[in-house]
């Protein structure tokens, strides 16, 4: 969601005349998108900001928006004058005009309700076949450890034929892969009448003509229906990749997290979608260290990453936020050094299932849609129906072809393939 703002940001930025600069130093303006997901995340906006202060230029103007603006607001400000604007993400088609200004007063904008919405704004997005589409905004659920619901509100779900009107026009501008965006697209609707949710909206976004693949993220294992299973199943368009965080292999650490499903109940998810959906990627997010996560908690962790047989997965340590249930309730009591352990021993693990997965796929044939050139210029960099990043030889490609690739070899993050034939067809 945070990489989608920013599209925006740049979009309403090349819509004023401003082009994106090469460094920081060049800038006339420089603007912290930010995350308060983590903690590490916010110690790098405090240390980028505290590196800039004795470098900023006269006429720079700083500008800070996204989740840690809204958290700490005008605090920015007493940190020194580095910072001379704070936006909530609702504000950001401010900036040109701030920039041009030159402002000499520090400028706080944020606006207090859950309303207003930035899709109509324009977007500039890196890879011009591929875009991300918001379905919901905000989350109504109430993981103790979790910030979301604070800075970003309740769920709203965008309404369906605004949805469609942008994935047409999408479509129409040559993008051919839509990625749909909620904290919990799974519950997408249920603050509508009318029948609406989200196995129905997969169905309507898929049948918009140029669309070849739909993807989403990310599920939430207690709202993750038969019928969405299904419909993932059914539709060729929907790529067979499932993003569904698990948090914890413990049922004791599941339930103090207010997760609302038990393990036994996740691996039966897991499992159905397995047998209804033949080759599906299966990834998720594992957080480890919550307080009162013993030895054993995380073995069951561990046990439960290898039963389900995660293609991938994204391992972070628990980061107390404040406001959330969890730094209200519990104490922060497994050590730094312990969870770090416990991390690159998890890491450990997930590295070889993903590496035994990538191999298995050294053979076959998939069909890999072209993204952008790698580093180099030699390969192009495309991704395969399971989200695989598959690296293709250059010659006769280009963005937005979808191909036929013969995997070839298998390495730590991606695969390598020989391009075989372009293809018309659906992932
Ligand atoms: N809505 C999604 C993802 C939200 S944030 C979901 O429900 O899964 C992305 C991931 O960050 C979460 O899945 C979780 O694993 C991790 N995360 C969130 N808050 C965290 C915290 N306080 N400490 C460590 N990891 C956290
Ligand atoms: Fe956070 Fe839980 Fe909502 Fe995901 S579902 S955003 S982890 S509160």
């Not at 007493?78 to 936006?87: C, F, H, P, S, Y």
């Not at 998810?269 to 033949?278: D, L, M, S, T, V």
């Not at 293609?311 to 249930?325: M, Q």
Request: one cysteine or more; aromatic letters at 6%; hydrophobic letters at 35%.
């Amino acid at each position: 969601m945070n990489v989608h703002d920013s599209e925006h940001i740049r979009g309403v930025m090349e819509e004023a005349g401003f082009l994106l600069g090469g460094s920081p130093a060049d800038a006339q303006v420089i603007i912290y998108n930010t995350c308060a997901v983590r903690k590490s995340a916010e110690d790098k906006v405090w240390g980028s900001l505290g590196s800039l202060s004795s470098r900023k230029k006269d006429g720079q103007t700083v500008v800070v928006t996204g989740c840690m603006a809204r958290k700490y607001g005008i605090e920015f400000l007493r940190k020194g004058k580095t910072v001379d604007a704070i936006l909530g993400i609702e504000s950001i088609s401010r900036i040109p005009e701030l920039a041009s200004m030159r402002i000499s007063t520090p400028f706080c904008e944020l606006v207090s309700t859950w309303d207003s919405s930035i899709e109509s704004l324009p977007t500039k997005r890196t890879i011009s076949t591929k875009a991300l589409v918001p379905v919901s905004l905000g989350c109504s659920k109430e993981c103790a450890y979790c910030i979301v619901p604070i800075v970003r509100g309740p769920e709203r779900s965008r309404k369906p034929g605004d949805i469609l009107r942008e994935v047409l026009s999408l479509a129409s501008s040559g993008v051919v892969e839509v990625v749909l965006l909620g904290q919990n697209v799974n519950s997408y609707g249920h603050d509508f009448s009318g029948g609406i949710n989200f196995a129905k909206l997969l169905r309507k976004v898929a049948d918009v003509p140029g669309i070849k693949r739909v993807r989403f993220e990310t599920s939430h294992p207690s709202d993750l229906s038969i019928d969405i299973v299904d419909s993932i199943a059914e539709i060729d368009e929907v790529c067979k990749h499932v993003h569904l965080p698990l948090q914890s292999g413990s049922n004791k650490i599941l339930s103090l997290m207010g997760r609302g499903y038990s393990k036994e109940e996740y691996e039966d998810i897991a499992q159905e979608i397995r047998k209804k959906i033949p080759g599906v990627t299966l990834t998720t997010d594992i957080i480890v260290g919550f307080p009162g996560e013993t030895e054993k908690d995380f073995s069951e962790t561990i046990d439960v990453l290898g039963r389900v047989g995660f293609e991938n997965a994204y391992l972070f340590k628990y980061s107390p936020r404040e406001g959330t249930r969890a730094s209200r309730m519990f104490v922060d009591d497994v050590s730094e050094q312990e969870k770090q352990h416990r991390l690159e021993i998890l890491n450990i693990v997930q590295e070889r299932q993903t590496m035994r997965a990538l191999e298995s796929l050294v053979g076959s044939t998939l069909e890999v849609l072209i993204e952008n050139r790698a580093r180099k210029g030699e390969y192009f960099l495309g991704r395969a129906p399971g989200n695989q990043v598959v690296l293709v030889g250059a010659d006769g490609l280009r963005e937005g072809m979808l191909v036929s690739v013969r995997i070839v070899k298998a390495g730590k993050h991606s695969l390598r393939g020989v391009a075989e034939k372009v293809v018309g067809r659906s992932c």
